[in-house]
């Protein structure tokens, strides 16, 4: 959780470049796309997911296939998260038909981390992102557990 929440303001998961037809690319566009990166990245350091088989993802799509390949197990939405686990958020519409689902962690306090399209690094927000006349702001589509975090 220390290296999860140490990463709130960080800028090291705004680029990862590719060739996009024939041209090196942006493909985080500096950081507004990086929520999976993010996420893979922080896997990746810890034996939560298979590093060389399972790189860093640049899609929450990815990431997901990835955590279930890795033991992540998707467990019911509907009350509050365990600390350490992994949620997807609902695609959300950021305007001209541009729609992106979300990952993160939870940190407990009904607060995750994840990355912010708009500063462009990890912040600490609410879960739900608030609500708003008693609903989440966000909808969670799912979240996902690994056994490795339960303590012992």
């Known amino acids: 959780m220390a290296v ?3 990463s709130v303001g960080s800028k090291m998961f705004r680029n990862s470049y590719a060739k996009v037809n024939g041209k090196k690319t942006d ?29 860093p993802h640049a899609t929450v799509e990815g990431t997901v296939k990835d955590l279930e390949r890795s033991g992540w197990r998707k467990i019911p939405a509907a009350k509050e998260p365990q600390i350490g686990s992994i949620i997807v ?3 959300k519409n950021f305007g001209k038909n541009d729609f992106h689902k979300h990952i993160g962690f939870y940190i407990g306090g009904k607060n995750a981390i994840s990355n912010s399209l708009k500063k462009r690094t990890p912040i600490i927000h609410h879960w739900t992102y608030g609500e708003k006349n008693g609903r989440p702001v966000r909808k969670i589509e799912a979240v996902y557990w690994n056994k490795k975090l339960s303590k012992k």
């Open 89 to 91: 958020w609902e695609k």
């Open 4 to 6: 999860i929440k140490n």
């Open 27 to 55: 493909i985080l566009d500096d950081g507004e796309l990086s929520c999976a990166f993010f996420v893979s990245s922080i896997l990746a350091i810890f034996p939560l997911f298979e590093l060389l088989k399972y790189p």
